[in-house]
C-alpha cells in the first residue's frame, strides 16, 4: 500500500508544473436537491490546492464553482445527469476554467457504483469520460491561431468518503509531426504533402524557451486527487 502511493506521488512530482490548463473536479454522487457539496482538488495543474463546492439544483442537476489562489484554477460547470439505471449513471459535464491556458471543457462522464454501494459507504464508485477540450487564445501567440482543440480520455476512482483521484490525457492532433500521423488518407511518398504538413505542424510548438505551450503535450495531461468534506446543514424551510 505505502509503495503504490509513493509511486503516484513521485508521478505527481514528475509531472507538476508541467500542465497549465485546469479541470472540473468531480463528485461521485447523484446530484439532491438543495443540497451543497464542498472539497479541495491537488493537482499537476495548479500548485496550490483549490477549493471547489457543488449545489444540487435539482434531482439531475448540480453547478459546480472552485476557486484557486492565485486565481489560476478557478471556474465554473454544471453537471446533467442523462441516463440513470441501478449502479450506472451518465452525466454530461460543461465547463470554462480560468488558467494560464484557459479552456472550455465538454465532457462525457459514465459512473459505476460496486453492488454495496450506499450514501454513507461510496468506496469504488469508478467513472472513464471523453472529453473535449477547447483552448481559444492560448499563452503563445504563433502569428495565425493562438487556439488549441484537444480530445482524449480520463478515468478515476473514489477511494474512500475523503478521497478520489483522476487521471486524463487530451491531444491536440496538430502539434504532431506527419511521421506519427497513423491515417489511411496521407501518402507518405507523396514529398508535398509531406512538406506542406511538416510546415503547418512548425506552427504549433511544444515548448518556447522551455515553458510549454498551449499545444504541448504535458498541457493535455491531467492528474487530480480529489478531497471531499461532504454536504453542508440544509437551511431550513
Known amino acids: 500500500m505505502m509503495k503504490r502511493n509513493l509511486i503516484i506521488f513521485l508521478i505527481a512530482i514528475i509531472l507538476w508544473g508541467f500542465g497549465c490548463a485546469s479541470h472540473p473536479p468531480v463528485f461521485p454522487q447523484m446530484p439532491e436537491k438543495g443540497e451543497t457539496n464542498m472539497g479541495f482538488t491537488f493537482s499537476v495543474e495548479n500548485v496550490i490546492p483549490v477549493i471547489w463546492a457543488r449545489h444540487g439544483l435539482g434531482q439531475y442537476t448540480d453547478l459546480g464553482i472552485r476557486v484557486g489562489i492565485p486565481l489560476s484554477g478557478t471556474g465554473i460547470d454544471l453537471n446533467r445527469v442523462l441516463f440513470k439505471r441501478d449502479r450506472k449513471w451518465d452525466v454530461f459535464n460543461v465547463a470554462y476554467n480560468l488558467a494560464p491556458n484557459s479552456s472550455f471543457d465538454f465532457t ?81 511518398s507523396d514529398t508535398t504533402m509531406v512538406k506542406e504538413y511538416d510546415s503547418s505542424y512548425k506552427n504549433y510548438p511544444h515548448k518556447v524557451e522551455g515553458w510549454p505551450t498551449q499545444f504541448s503535450r504535458s498541457t493535455g495531461f491531467s492528474l487530480q486527487f480529489f478531497m471531499y468534506l461532504g454536504p453542508t446543514k440544509k437551511k431550513k424551510k
Not at 454501494?117 to 491561431?145: E, H
Request: charged residues 20%; aromatic residues 20%.
Open 108 to 188: 462525457y462522464y459514465k459512473f459505476k457504483g460496486a453492488k454495496q454501494i450506499t450514501k454513507k459507504n461510496p468506496f469504488g464508485v469508478a467513472w472513464t469520460g471523453y472529453r473535449c477540450m477547447l483552448i481559444p487564445n492560448g499563452s503563445y501567440d504563433n502569428g495565425a491561431n493562438r487556439s488549441s482543440i484537444r480530445f482524449g480520455m480520463l478515468y478515476g476512482r473514489r477511494l474512500s468518503t475523503k478521497w478520489g483521484f483522476e487521471v486524463g490525457y487530451f491531444h491536440d492532433f496538430r502539434s504532431m509531426p506527419f511521421s506519427k500521423v497513423m491515417t489511411s488518407n496521407w501518402d507518405p
